[in-house]
């Protein structure tokens, strides 16, 4: 294969990537399918730095070849080539596609394996994502999904072939409530995330792109303003289903459910506790928009479920808490923020409704 600059190939391909970035640099923002294994780590690439300015390119070179050298330099070798292995179809990048890249090239290519570079490295890449995301959240047409808190939006997106999930993008559930262990991407990755998920429906053809109501933020993640006034004007389709309906989705979305997730992620030992520290936690962060006393009272109920849950599993409680929670705060956002929103509303029904509505639409 040989050096490319079809950026657009790489992301609809989902083509694997070797990023010999630093491990700093990768942390501030990557691809989905890239992997760091680094030409220099982060302090390496600290001194390497601090010696091109000091003395320019060649000593930069030099130095580099010092700190990597002899069995540091066997063993990034080994993981560049067991990479390839796993990853034939695979390109190489660092950050503008110039030294860092061309080295590891060669010293595989030293080394009889042949890895082909991506040309302008993850500054091109990212430019083209960028442009691309830009452009396609002007112009692909749109249906927002609405509906109050539990009515099971999520759900519905996970199960259509045109929506885009960006509360899975962004890691989180989209309320205060909706942290998740192992905590956020960055918000080039979640950018990135975006920008490839549309360059794909883009690629797929002209059916309308369909999107979860959100707001400026999906916990720590910031909606770009493009999809911000987007999300405000386009057509919506919205989801209306009982109250005890979205209370049962919602003790799923924030009791049993992450109870799972937290139990992969701490252990079945810890998961309790750390899920029950977070829901308290959660409740206080609106402690000021609930109001004193209507905090005191949900917090009260949702350690009263906590209690029970603990002892014998039951999570039924739970609904007292959550029942107040949707019909007393979030219903009332909701409301709100509806009478803030522009685009026509082209169909409402239960959630089966609005599923077989969007299955069949055009």
């Not at 760091?36 to 300015?53: C, M, S, T």
């Not at 860092?100 to 010293?107: D, E, F, G, H, K």
Request: proline share 5%; with cysteine; net charge positive.
């Amino acid at each position: 294969m040989n050096d490319t600059r079809d950026y657009a190939g790489l992301f609809l391909g989902d083509i694997p990537l070797l990023d010999v970035r630093a491990p700093v640099e990768f942390a501030k923002g990557a691809f989905p399918t890239a992997s760091n294994l680094p030409l220099l780590d982060d302090d390496e690439r600290h001194r390497v730095g601090i010696r091109y300015k000091q003395q320019g390119q060649q000593a930069a070179i030099d130095l580099g070849n010092e700190l990597v050298s002899g069995r540091k330099k066997s063993a990034r070798l080994d993981a560049w080539r067991e990479w390839h292995r796993a990853h034939p179809d695979g390109y190489l990048y660092c950050f503008r596609g110039g030294l860092r890249s061309r080295t590891t090239q060669a010293w595989l290519d030293q080394a009889g394996v042949h890895v082909p570079l991506v040309v302008g490295g993850y500054k091109a890449m990212r430019r083209f994502l960028l442009d691309r995301l830009k452009h396609n959240l002007r112009h692909l047409p749109m249906v927002v999904l609405s509906g109050r808190t539990g009515c099971g939006k999520t759900r519905l997106i996970e199960r259509l072939t045109d929506a885009i999930d960006l509360e899975g993008m962004a890691h989180h559930r989209g309320s205060a409530f909706g942290r998740r262990p192992a905590g956020q991407p960055s918000q080039i990755d979640f950018e990135n995330r975006l920008a490839i998920a549309l360059l794909k429906h883009q690629h797929r053809g002209p059916a309308p792109v369909v999107v979860e109501d959100e707001g400026k933020l999906i916990g720590r993640c910031y909606v770009p303003d493009d999809l911000q006034a987007r999300i405000r004007q386009s057509p919506r389709v919205v989801i209306d289903e009982p109250l005890e309906a979205r209370v049962r989705v919602t003790l799923e979305d924030y009791v049993t459910g992450p109870l799972d997730e937290y139990s992969r992620h701490y252990g079945e030992a810890q998961a309790f506790e750390r899920l029950a520290e977070a829901l308290l936690a959660a409740l206080d962060r609106i402690r000021k928009r609930l109001g004193g006393a209507r905090h005191q009272y949900l917090r009260g109920e949702l350690e009263a479920a906590l209690d029970q849950q603990r002892h014998g599993g039951d999570v039924e409680r739970h609904q007292v808490w959550i029942r107040e929670l949707l019909s007393g705060y979030y219903d009332p956002m909701y409301d709100y923020m509806l009478q803030r929103r522009d685009g026509p509303i082209l169909y409402q029904g239960s959630r089966a409704q609005v599923m077989e509505y969007l299955s069949h639409r055009g």
